[in-house]
Nanobody, 122 residues
Framework: QLVESGGGLVQAGGSLRLSCAAS????????MGWFRQAPGKEREFVAGIIWSGSATSYADSVKGRFTISRDNAKNTLYLQMNSLKFEDTAVYYCAANPLGSASRSVNLYNYWGQGTQVTVSS
């Protein structure tokens, strides 16, 4: 089970830190990712991190503003979001894939959290 937290309402230019806590199984061998879905849009890749945390991948729209990290000892994934923009408003989901990769493909992830709402006011 994956449970996200840390979402909320923030002004443009502000910061939020999302967390994703895993329970029931260790995620230390899984690749992890953050995805988001805005109303009326498809779910899109935001950031990914390989099982060891030594490599990451970002969507162009968030590169330089967002940072993904993980703490395998705590079985927790993070997303630090800085310089938030109105267009970052969405429900954010964490997900895990058994390949251990930082894949951008939604279809490769087989464990998903319930999502946390991030709203950026302009």
């Amino acid at each position: 089970q994956l449970v996200e937290s840390g979402g909320g309402l923030v002004q443009a230019g502000g910061s939020l830190r999302l967390s994703c806590a895993a329970s029931g199984r260790t995620m230390s061998t899984y690749g992890m990712g953050w995805f988001r879905q805005a109303p009326g849009k498809e779910r899109e890749f935001v950031a990914g991190i390989i099982w060891s945390g030594s490599a990451t991948s970002y969507a162009d729209s968030v590169k330089g503003r967002f940072t993904i990290s993980r703490d395998n000892a705590k079985n927790t994934l993070y997303l630090q979001m800085n310089s938030l923009k109105f267009e970052d408003t969405a429900v954010y989901y964490c997900a895990a894939n058994p390949l251990g990769s930082a894949s951008r493909s939604v279809n490769l992830y087989n464990y998903w959290g319930q999502g946390t709402q991030v709203t950026v006011s302009s």
